[in-house]
């Protein structure tokens, strides 16, 4: 089995909370909330056309992404990691570790023409942990360690008693289940998802007490890994971690809005902190998710800035044939997206600096400001500005085989040292 770049990882924050390192996970476990529509449409859909991807399709992006070895978490849904992780052991020579959503609770249960996600969340749980972990009930002792060990459990808090308590009260059972089979998780901790529960000024403050609160009763066997919040700006995620700095924290992406809106929220995320981004939509509604993921990880080893990397990742989506969703002016301004699955705004925002959208584009990282033409480590060689072609939308590039035994150490690289091995997975020499 090969060693896991997410246990490395966590390994250094544990030692050194600061630890320059970041976790990327690929969240392809929309199966357990939309249904028909989650692989999402087709790059073949024509005018008029309304074809999905099939969960055939949807799954061999998780084996191409899995491939590419930029992520260190695979999420699926238990019948997807069955299929890829017991029955083909996708990732048994990979460093990318494979997980589970461990429960859905009534407010992902967004079936066409539903209103379930209008009440508040209810606790439910369709997995089984024996099935993540070894394929049927009752696992015996050496079985426990062939699946997936790793989970996500959510919960969603707003603001009542009477629909708060029934949440507590089964994260207690779910905690106790996997701590006596071994089995690991993390945390996510959605906004309410009933408006008007709390006011937007209170509510990042209001999750932050609730995530410290019932975290407290727990010793460290019956803790997540890490956590997964929506997030609501630099303010809160330093406040969460200056209370505990053994918490590590992670972002959730929410749904697509712009590429500026993805790359950004994760270079932000960083400033503040956050250790660990798990992207779903926004990494399955990408016109090329390859390259996307690409210019994640090169956002997180911080090597180029989101405003640089949008205009880059025009560049290669040209270089490969691809028509953007957007222009690239309309893909380098921020815009407001949803947090929750069913796509409803929270009541608080990440705030925008004065002088609008244009002023943020402008401003939000080093190299967002205009720079002289140069090659800017991901092969559009200063051309980032150039048109893309009007061609239909192509089929994702093959996947760069990494071998593990050469996985790297990004805590002991330099800048250039990381920027190098980037250049060379990129096909760049």
């Known amino acids: 089995m090969a060693v896991k770049s997410l246990d490395q990882k966590l390994s250094q924050l544990s030692a050194n909370p600061d630890a320059d390192v970041f976790i990327l996970a690929d969240a392809k476990d929309a199966d357990m909330a939309f249904g028909i529509g989650s692989p999402g449409k087709s790059p073949e859909t024509h005018a008029g056309e309304a074809r999905f991807r099939s969960l055939e399709e949807y799954r061999d992006l998780m084996r191409r992404i899995t491939h590419q070895g930029l992520v260190d978490i695979m999420l699926m849904s238990v019948s997807s990691n069955y299929r ?5 052991r996708l990732f048994e020579h990979s460093h990318v570790t494979p997980a589970i959503r461990a429960n859905d609770t009534t407010d992902v249960h967004l079936a066409r023409g539903s209103t379930y996600a209008r009440e508040a969340a209810r606790p439910f749980r369709t997995a089984s942990l024996d099935h993540a972990q070894c394929g049927h009930l009752d696992c015996s002792p050496d079985e426990r360690s062939l699946g997936a060990n790793l989970g996500l459990y959510s919960v ?20 106790e289940e996997a701590e006596r089979k071994g089995f690991q998780y993390f945390l996510e901790v959605f906004d309410p998802n009933v408006p008007g529960r709390i006011p937007g000024d209170v509510l990042p403050g209001y999750l932050n007490d609730m995530i410290a609160r019932m975290l407290a009763g727990v010793a460290p066997a019956g803790r997540p890994r890490f956590l997964k919040i929506v997030y609501h700006g630099r303010k809160a995620v330093e406040e969460l971690r200056n209370y505990d700095s053994s918490l590590v924290v992670g972002i959730l992406g929410g749904s697509a809005g712009t590429t500026f809106d993805a790359f950004d929220m994760l270079w932000d995320a960083k400033q503040a902190g956050a250790k660990v981004a798990l992207y779903g939509r926004k990494i399955n509604n990408a016109e090329n998710q390859l390259a996307f993921i690409q210019f994640l990880r090169l956002i997180a080893d911080g090597l180029i800035g989101p405003a640089e990397a949008v205009k880059a990742y025009h560049a290669v989506l040209a270089k490969l044939g691809i028509r953007p969703h957007r222009p690239l002016e309309q893909d380098l301004q921020r815009t407001d997206t949803a947090s929750s699955y069913a796509g409803t705004k929270t009541s608080a925002s990440v705030p925008v600096p004065s002088g609008g959208l244009t002023a943020f584009a402008s401003t939000s990282s080093p190299s967002s400001a205009p720079a002289p033409k140069k090659d800017c480590g991901c092969g559009c060689a200063g051309a980032g500005t150039c048109a893309p072609k009007p061609t239909p939308i192509a089929i994702e590039p093959a996947p760069v085989a990494v071998a593990q035994s050469t996985y790297p150490d990004f805590a002991k690289m330099s800048a250039v040292e990381r920027l190098a091995y980037h250049r060379k997975r990129l096909g760049l020499g």
């Open 84 to 88: 890829l992780t017991l029955e083909e």
């Open 156 to 175: 969603t808090f707003n603001n009542d008693l009477n629909d708060d308590l029934p949440t507590l009260e089964a994260f207690h059972r779910f905690r």
